[in-house]
C-alpha cells in the first residue's frame, strides 16, 4: 500500500499522467459520475477553504461586500450583451423543464412535458448579465455608487476536454462586480483586484506571477481590457491564474443601468469583474509538486506538521504521546496545525508515504530511542531531508522552518522559471524555443492576425503585455513592423 | 425618506406583508428576475456569513469535514431510491441541453436541438444520491468508516409558492452526509447533529427550539427517522429550523454500498443527513423583529454597535471623531464590530431609522454637548430605551449590554412560545385553540390516517414527538385509541 502510494509515474516521463495520478493520490479530488464535474474530496477542499478564508480576508480590507445571486439565468439575459453571448453560448447548461413524472410505459421516471419553461434558464457561466439585470434596481444616483460585490459560488462551462482543477464543466470561484461613477475608478479597482491576486498567490501560493494585460484576442467576452497572472507550470506551460476586467459601461448599456451624477446629468455606470477559481488548485499542484506527490506551501497546508510516533507497544506509546503533548499544544498556541497520527491500523512506513505524498510540509518521527535521548527525526517536505533534533526548543525551530520553506518553494519556483524565460528575435528564433516550454519575451505588432497566424502555426499565445519589464521597442519577429514592446508568447494551459 | 424606512406595515395588521417588507426594508433580499429566486443582499449575506462561519466550526469541532460534489445529478441517480424520487421529482429543474445556437431565423439565441443529452441531469435538491454513488468508490473495509463530510451549496427545489428565505427555488443550505459501520454509530450521529443545531438556535439566533422526532407522515424522503428543531414565530405558527436524518442503510442498499466488516462479513453501511439553511434568516427575522423592522441577536449581527456623529459643522465633527477613536479601537480589541457613520450625505435621523430598521442591536448618538458633558446617549433595539451614559468606561458598559440583549431577546421569545402553549384533550377543544395559532399538545394514537384527517381538517400538523417534556399516556383526541404521550400540533411555515 505505501508502495502503490509512492508509485507515482515520473514528470518527465509523461507530466500530465503524473498530473492525473497525483491528484488521486494525494486525496483532493476525483471524477464524479457526471461528464467533466469532478468530486473534491475533504482534503482538497480543506486546500480550497484555505485560499477562500485568505482571499475573502483580503477581499474585505478593501470594502468588498459578499452577496448572493441566482444560480439559473434567463435566456433572454444572456443575449443582452452580444459580444458575451456569442463567448459563453456555446458551452453552457441549460435548464428547460422543472419537472419529472412517472414514466406511463414504466420506465421509471421522465421529464413531463407538460413541465417546459417558457423561457429557458441558464446554469450561470459567470454572473455579469444577472448581476447587472440586479443593479438596475440599486443604482440611482451617484450616492449609491460605488457597489462592490463579490460572490462564492458554483457556475458552469460545458467545456469538451476536461481535466480536474484545470478546467472541468463545474467549477468553484469567486466573482466580483463592481459598479463606479468614473471609467477612472473603474479601472483602479480592476487594478488593485489583480493586484491583490498577485499577492496571494506570490505570498500564499509561493508561486511568481507575472501581471500584465490581455491581448484582444485573449480577452473576457464583454471587456474592454483584461488584466491577469500568468504563471509557469514545471512543463514549461502557462496557467492563466485569476483575471480582472474593467468592463467599460458596455454591461451598463445593455441592462439600461444609469445613475444622476452630481450635475444632475444621466450618466451609464462603470464596471469591472473580477475573479478567481478552483483552477488555482491546479496551479499549485504544478508549480511545486515533485515525483514523490505533492508539495503544500505552509501558508497553505491543512497540515502544517504531521507527528508519527513509532512504537512496539502500548507503554512505549503512551511515553511518546505523554512528551508530545505540550509540544502540540505550543505549536497549536504559535497558530501551527498539527496532527498526531496514533493511529494503530496503519504501519508507519505507509504514515511516511501518505503524509509525502499529500505534502505535508513537515514530518517529525519519534521513537522510544529518541525520548531516551531527548531528540526528535524531522524530515522537510520541499526538500526531502531530514534531521535529528533536540525536542527541547523544536516549537521555535519548526515555526522558523515553516516560513523558510515558503520561501524556498517560491524561490525555486522562480528560478525555474527565469531558467526558461527566453526572448527570440525572429520567427524562426522563436519556433525553435517554443518547442520546448517557457515563455518567450518577441516583439509583436499588436494586431490580432499576426497573434492568430503565430497561434496557428506554433500552438503558442500572448500570455500577456507585462505590466513591468522591459519596455523597449522593436519589430515585430513575423510581419517587421513596429512594436511597442516585447510581449509574453507561451502554450498554456 | 426616514419615515419611509419606518413606514412598515405594522405585524398584527398583515404578518406576511410585515415580513416582506421587512426583508425589503432592511436590505436582506429581494426577488430576482428568475421565478422563485432571490437575491441576497450584502447585508442579508453577512447575516448569513455568521451563521455559517458559527456552524461550520462547531461542525468541526465534532469531525466534520468540508467537501464539495457536484451540483448536476443524472435522473437515474435520483431514481435509485424508490421514496427519495416520489419526494423530489415533481419538483426539480432537468438540464437537457448543453449548448445554445444563433437562430437560423435570426431571432437570437436558441436552444441547439443537436445538443440534447443522453440523459438528464437534475439540479441537486438534495445531495444524498450523488453523494452515495461517490461513497460507493470510498468505502470498502470497517477502516474507512466512519465518513462524515458536509457541503456548504446551492440546491433547488421547484416549489409553486414562494417567499423570501422561507421557501425559494434556489436556497443556500450545508448538508452533512456521514457513513458509519453500526446503526447505533449512525443513529448517535443523528442525534449529535439535531443538538447541535438546538445549540446554535438557543445560543446563536436566541431563538428557542423544540427538538423531537417527526411523525412518518413529515419524515425526510428516504429516511427511517427524522428528528427536527421547531420554533415558533410571532404568529403562532411552527417554523421547522433544520433537520437531521438516519438513512438506515437505504441509500446503501439502493447504491449497493458495502463494507467489509472485522469478521471480514460484507455488511451494507449505515447513513444519516442533515441540513439546515438560508431558512434559518427567515426565522431569525420572524423571533425577534417588530413592527419598528428588524432586531438581530447581538451574537449574529454584522454591526454589533453604530455610533452616529451629530455635527454643525466640520469643526465639531473632527472633535467628535477624535473622542470616539480610541472607543472604537477598544471596542474592536474587545471582538465587537463597531460601525463608525459619519457619512456627510444622510442626516443623524435617516441614519437612526436606517439603522433602527436593520436592527443594530446598538446605537451611539454623539454630539458636541455630550462632548462637553463626558457623555453619550444610547439607544438598545431590542427595547427601544435611550439612556445618557458617560463616555468613561462605555465599552465595557456596552460589552455586558450585548450579552444581555441577547438573553432578553432569548427570553422573550421563550415567553411567547410559552404563552402560546396550550394542551387539547378533546378534538372539539383542539378545533377551537388552533385558530389562534401556537403549538397544541395533544394526544394522537400514532397512525399517519388521524394525522391526516387533522391535517386536512385544521391544517395543523404534527410538527414533532418531543424528546423532552411530558411523556403521560393517554387517549388519542380524535379516535380515542391509546397514545403514548402528548405531541405538538400546530400550523406551519
Not at 484576442?217 to 514549461?236: C, P, S, V, W
Not at 473580477?274 to 501558508?299: F, Q, Y
Amino acid at each position: 500500500m505505501a508502495k502503490e502510494l509512492k508509485n507515482l509515474t515520473k514528470r518527465s516521463e509523461n507530466y500530465s499522467q503524473w498530473y492525473n495520478e497525483l491528484v488521486t493520490k494525494a486525496d483532493l479530488a476525483e471524477q464524479s459520475a457526471v461528464r467533466g464535474c469532478m468530486v473534491i474530496k475533504p482534503y482538497g477542499y480543506a486546500i480550497w477553504e484555505k485560499m477562500q478564508q485568505t482571499l475573502d480576508a483580503m477581499f474585505k480590507k478593501t470594502g468588498v461586500k459578499n452577496a448572493y445571486f441566482p444560480l439559473l439565468i434567463p435566456k433572454s439575459f444572456l443575449c443582452r450583451e452580444a459580444e458575451h453571448v456569442e463567448g459563453f453560448a456555446k458551452e453552457c447548461a441549460v435548464v428547460t423543464h422543472y419537472r419529472l413524472k412517472n414514466d406511463p410505459d414504466g420506465n421509471g421516471v421522465i421529464v413531463d412535458p407538460e413541465a417546459r419553461l417558457e423561457e429557458e434558464l441558464i446554469v450561470r457561466p459567470t454572473s455579469e448579465t444577472i448581476i447587472w439585470g440586479t443593479y438596475k434596481n440599486w443604482i440611482h444616483s451617484y450616492r449609491d455608487l460605488p457597489i462592490v460585490c463579490n460572490q462564492w459560488a458554483n457556475v458552469m462551462r460545458w467545456e469538451m476536454r476536461t481535466r480536474m482543477f484545470l478546467r472541468t464543466a463545474e467549477f468553484l470561484w469567486q466573482e466580483g462586480h463592481t459598479a463606479h461613477a468614473t471609467a477612472e475608478e473603474a479601472e483602479e479597482r480592476t487594478v488593485q483586484m489583480i493586484n491583490i491576486y498577485a499577492d496571494f498567490a506570490r505570498k500564499y501560493m509561493a508561486m511568481p506571477v507575472i501581471v500584465g494585460v490581455k491581448s484582444a484576442n485573449e480577452r473576457f467576452a464583454g471587456a474592454l481590457n483584461t488584466y491577469t497572472i500568468e504563471a509557469m507550470m514545471q512543463d514549461g506551460k502557462a496557467l492563466q491564474s485569476g483575471t480582472s476586467h474593467f468592463l467599460g459601461q458596455n454591461f451598463a448599456k445593455a441592462f439600461d443601468v444609469t445613475f444622476v451624477n452630481k450635475d444632475n446629468q444621466p450618466e451609464y455606470v462603470w464596471a469591472s469583474s473580477w475573479g478567481v477559481s478552483t483552477r488555482l488548485m491546479g496551479a499549485l499542484i504544478m508549480t511545486h509538486s515533485d515525483d514523490n506527490g505533492l508539495v503544500l506551501p505552509p501558508h497553505l497546508a491543512p497540515i502544517q506538521v504531521v507527528i508519527v510516533p513509532i512504537y512496539k507497544n502500548d507503554e512505549q506509546l503512551s511515553a511518546i504521546s505523554e512528551r508530545v503533548k505540550p509540544i502540540i499544544a505550543k505549536l497549536e498556541e504559535m497558530g501551527i496545525s498539527v496532527k498526531y497520527d496514533d493511529a494503530d491500523n496503519r504501519r508507519p512506513g505507509f504514515k511516511f508515504a501518505d503524509y509525502e505524498v499529500k505534502g505535508v510540509p513537515v514530518r517529525l518521527a519519534i521513537g522510544a530511542r529518541d525520548l531516551e535521548n531527548g531528540t526528535v527525526e524531522l524530515m522537510r517536505r520541499d526538500t526531502l531531508e531530514k534531521e535529528t533534533l533536540p525536542l527541547e526548543g523544536i516549537e521555535a525551530h519548526i515555526a522558523g522552518l515553516l516560513e523558510k520553506i515558503q520561501e524556498n518553494i517560491y524561490n525555486k519556483a522562480l528560478a525555474y522559471r527565469e531558467k526558461m524565460t527566453y526572448t527570440a528575435d525572429t520567427y524562426e528564433e522563436f519556433k525553435e524555443k517554443i518547442e520546448n516550454g517557457g515563455f518567450i519575451l518577441a516583439h509583436w505588432d499588436g494586431t490580432p492576425e499576426t497573434e492568430e497566424k503565430i497561434k496557428n502555426e506554433t500552438k503558442a499565445t500572448i500570455r500577456c503585455i507585462p505590466l513591468d519589464g522591459d519596455d523597449t521597442p522593436g519589430v515585430c519577429m513575423v510581419t517587421g513592423k513596429p512594436s511597442a514592446r516585447r510581449v509574453i508568447f507561451a502554450r498554456a494551459y
